[in-house]
């Protein structure tokens, strides 16, 4: 295959590759302060457009569930943007009112387009509403939130602390509904749930992915993994499922070509 962004290769570091949820585009942004759009047609990938944001380094961009926006946060910044697609305008959100943090970095979207979880500094999660972008409650993980997802339906967060403690919250009612231990985690890195809301796998600082039934995780303190996925000799710091839940990509970025497919 060629590169999907070889109209426009980044200057700096790319941060985000995405496609989007029903066009056949890709999505790259990064350090360079740009994001690109590219049609994916396997022949030329011609470039759609491409954005500047002014001292911008992008840390994270999002499609939103719809597909019409671009949520693009900063490596130091407060503020994020929201690129709306259909208009081509470009909206600066600039401080989100209630939410006291230096910088707003790490971010998941909610599957069904509701909300937007914010991971703020000392285990403090923000729950925004993605229509209104504005704050509607604030959780607290013990120690420091490393990453956060979504289960498929809405209605529950699973956040990994730093210290390898999983805790489950209720969306409706912002409620920790449950924690349990992520078993010989030293250091939480990285955390993805199934599809079909089946698995959670969970990705730590040693290297080890540990793969688990929702239902162990909700019922038990020390759930057993079903699997423990040794291959990488750094550290996890990407976990997704596929669409249909029968492959596992483990990643580090921390060394060459440490992707494995499980």
């Given at each position: 295959c060629l590169p999907a962004n070889q109209e426009r290769f980044a200057n700096g570091r790319l941060a985000t590759v995405q496609f989007h949820p029903s066009a056949q585009v890709v999505m790259t942004a990064g350090h360079d302060r740009?994001?690109?759009l590219f049609q994916v047609d396997g022949i030329k990938n011609p470039k759609i457009q491409s954005i500047y944001l002014e001292g911008f380094p992008i840390y994270k961009a999002c499609f939103s569930v719809d597909g019409e926006h671009v949520i693009a946060t900063g490596t130091h910044h407060r503020m994020f943007f929201v690129y709306d697609m259909?208009?081509?305008?470009?909206?600066?959100?600039q401080k989100v009112r209630g939410v006291e943090e230096r910088f707003l970095r790490s971010f998941e979207l909610s599957p069904d387009g509701s909300f937007m979880l914010v991971t703020g500094t000392s285990g403090y999660l923000h729950l925004l509403s993605m229509k209104t972008k504005e704050l509607i409650s604030t959780m607290k993980v013990n120690g420091r939130c490393t990453a956060s997802a979504f289960t498929p339906d809405s209605s529950k967060i699973y956040s990994y602390s730093k210290e390898g403690e999983v805790f489950i919250w209720d969306v409706r009612s912002r409620k920790c509904l449950h924690k349990f231990e992520d078993e010989?985690?030293?250091?939480?890195?990285?955390?993805?749930?199934?599809?079909?809301?089946?698995?959670?796998?969970?990705?730590?600082?040693?290297g080890v992915v540990n793969l688990y039934t929702t239902d162990g995780?909700?019922?038990?303190?020390?759930?057993?993994?079903?699997?423990?996925?040794?291959?990488?000799?750094?550290?996890?710091t990407c976990v997704t499922f596929n669409p249909t839940t029968e492959i596992l990509a483990v990643a580090s970025r921390e060394t060459d070509e440490a992707v494995k497919l499980v």
């Open positions: 740009s994001v690109s259909m208009s081509g305008n470009i909206i600066p959100i010989g985690s030293l250091e939480g890195k990285c955390i993805a749930l199934s599809k079909n809301n089946q698995y959670v796998a969970c990705g730590s600082a040693s995780c909700l019922k038990e303190h020390r759930p057993k993994p079903v699997k423990a996925i040794m291959n990488l000799v750094t550290s996890a």
